[in-house]
């Protein structure tokens, strides 16, 4: 259906035939939920996750809501507290159909840390990667403007070094405080880190002034405030740069996954082939194939 | 007034007349929002935070949700929705009267990244830190057992390589999910990373496969599910090392301050004055002695 408004198109229902068959991870903390189930016949996920408390609806929200005493003990009280059903939305993302990549993805797991030589790399990651065809239709969709076409922040369009800088799925663009953009190169033969050689300074070095110069302008915020990184093992094969508010502590920015680009850089001014030889520490999950390549590597 | 249902007691409007004079503290990830200001001529701190999403509430949450289409890319789709308003509370907080304390309790700091040079150390941070007076007697308290005696999980008495391995104060042991130790070196003469050089390499390895031997033992749990890493500014200038649970997201285990000791050792192989040329980025505190000392030698 129509919105009234008739800017944005409006769905109610799209979800209401969707049939759970199990919860795969939730977090107390982040307030969200990742479901697996059915949707018209196919199968889906679901994440739900309530949205950060915006600082200029504040005052709407202390007006507007119904509270319920729950507890009082000194100067402390704390309330239930029912809020205008507009100030307090919920984001509900989509994957459909499914494959079971995507349900493995989302299921919590038990995490490993492996030690990956340069030559476990070529041996045991590399082939196992090879092996598996997980689709970048996505990132080529965006790349040639196929989709996400009006997401984008900015572009670089040279073919050697440029780069579309947009949000990231995760960032509902409602404040700044959670800001998290994704640079895409334009290259398609740079699968991770891991490819990163000296002749690539120029497009790393590219990605840091024009994205940072993007997000001065875009955002007003100084290249201080944000922290840029890699990830390593990345969720997909195609180089990609995160940016994110420095004060938000975004999933997958701790130590043993990310990797800040000014050290990626830095790294590769000093040995053009430092991740090639580097042994590169990285977080492994129990359901995931790399795992269980490296244990029959006998190199767990 | 009182509830319908008579065993909860209800306020419809204790909130409405906040006035607020800042906000203190948000969080984007955790969906909650700190706001300082007067209610009924106090000083007072209100809490906001959003709720989990529970399992039990998925059905109808999806059944009964107004769904609007922000964005669709191949299999992805995000929505806005806007779910019955009994199923998405809000948690309400109220501090009243409250003290200046709990005003700075809850204040966030504006945080700045800093890329430190081997020069910026010698010529800024050094100097600063010298002319600062943080005590460490505590530490040595530790390391002389006149404390925490009894929290010692682990001792090699060598003074060289030797170490301490307790508790950190933020774990309360009771759970291993967020199991956080510190060691702490016995070598009183290192300040920090920045004063690792090759000869300590026996130090860290001695570190690394003692720690994890202790912590094997103690609390079962292998090396590859930790993580053990160093801080850089640490918060005190004595030579420590941090290993939390792999799986918990402890606060600073973000790569912009955090150090994985397994690259520590890496890069000290490697080069053994890495640490005395390296650029370090590191995050700084607007009310942090060392960012103004940054500001006025013209490295911000």
Redesign the interface.
Known sequence: GE?GNGH?????????G?E?KS?LR????????F?HGMLAGQEAV?I??????R?DT??A???G??????MRND?????????P??L???????????TEKHVKKYQRR??????ETGEDYRTVTLPFLLSQSFSL??VY??LDKK??AD?IVFEDPDPQVGFVLLPD?KW?QK?L??LYLIAIVHKRDIKSLRDLRGEHLRLLENIRSKGEDAVRQRYDIA?????V?LHYQPSYYHLHVHLTA??????G????R???L??VI?NLQADPDYYRD??L?F?AHADDGLLEKFKEAGR?
């Not at 809501?65 to 729950?70: A, D, I």
């Not at 290249?223 to 922290?227: D, I, K």
């Open positions: 919105e944005v198109s409006s769905d109610v229902s799209v979800l209401a969707f759970t919860v939730d977090s107390a903390r982040e307030k969200n939920i479901i679901v739900l996750e309530k949205t950060p408390i600082e504040v005052s929200l202390l007006e809501s119904r509270l319920t005493l729950e100067i402390y009280s704390t309330y239930r507290a029912q809020p059903v507009q307090n939305e919920l984001k509900a993302t989509l994957v459909c159909p499914a038990g995490t490993f840390l492996l030690w239709q996505w969709n965006i989709a996400e997401r799925f509902d404040q405080d959670d290249p201080n405030r944000l922290r990184f420095l004060s938000y502590e975004a999933p920015s701790t130590v043993e990310a990797h800040l000014s050290d830095q580097r042994t520490a977080p767990l």
